[in-house]
């Protein structure tokens, strides 16, 4: 599993942010690709999945409405568009292997792979 996430900064609350995660073809092919992100003092947590073998996403609630999961086949890339941002939203965000067909289990299910993690930082 090879998957390399990017893109993360620091942007004023209300502002854009879009996180790439770069994977192999195999990995691309193979994989539903999770975002996660984890904020200091808490638990890693699920943001957003997305399964190339059914085209179905997910988003978590606390998400759901301002960011966007999408892919692109030909880059073996999957993005993550962030607006509306949040102080909230600030965390460590992660892209993650996640060997299901659907994305709507990919956050009940264990990951085969880690991307290195980008720093989200949304100031208020």
């Known amino acids: 599993v090879q998957l390399q996430a990017s893109g993360g900064g620091l942007v004023q609350a209300g502002g854009s942010l879009r996180l790439s995660c770069a994977a192999s073809?195999?990995?691309?092919?193979?994989?539903?690709i999770g975002w996660f992100r984890q904020a200091p003092g808490k638990e890693r947590e699920g943001v957003s999945c997305?399964?190339?073998?059914?085209?179905?996403?997910y988003y978590a609630d606390s998400v759901k409405g301002r960011f966007t999961i999408s892919s692109d086949s030909a880059k073996n890339t999957v993005y993550l568009q962030m607006n509306s941002l949040k102080p909230e939203d600030t965390a460590v965000y992660y892209c993650a292997a996640i060997p299901v067909a659907s994305s709507h289990v990919c956050f009940d299910h264990g990951v085969d792979g880690w991307g290195k993690g980008t720093q989200v930082t949304v100031s208020s």
């Open positions: 997305i399964s190339n073998f059914d085209g179905s996403t």
């Open positions: 073809r195999d990995t691309f092919d193979d994989y539903a």
